[in-house]
């Protein structure tokens, strides 16, 4: 019997739970301008999965850098939630390098 798909599973059930957490606090802490770093973290961190032979080490990797991807293009939309009151709104964020160009950046959406 192999339970390799078993243990993945929760395991990245487990990583997806935490993406929503890291998405929340993130924007709330750092602001939705960081998504350009996170997407290129999460796509680094993809491509890298592909040079590693280990099973477990690159699909978890892999599980990730997709979580990474798509916490990226949720933080302009927790940025709303942020201001209508769903979540914690805090008004002095950590800006990020560039911010001014990111600023004229369409935000992804999934």
Do not use: H
Not at 87 to 100: S, V
């Amino acid at each position: 019997m192999n339970s390799f798909g078993l243990w993945l599973g929760f395991a990245t059930l487990f990583i997806i739970g935490l993406g929503f957490v890291w998405v929340i606090r993130g924007e709330r802490y750092f602001g939705y301008l960081w998504w350009p770093y996170v997407m290129g973290a999460g796509i680094a961190v993809i491509v890298a999965t592909l040079f590693i032979s280990n099973n477990w080490t690159s699909a978890l990797l892999g599980a990730f850098g997709a979580s990474l991807v798509w916490g990226s293009t949720e933080l302009k939309e927790q940025a709303v939630r942020g201001e209508i009151g769903w979540y914690p709104f805090r008004e002095k964020k950590i800006l990020p390098p560039f911010a001014d160009v990111i600023r004229k950046w369409k935000a992804p959406s999934l």
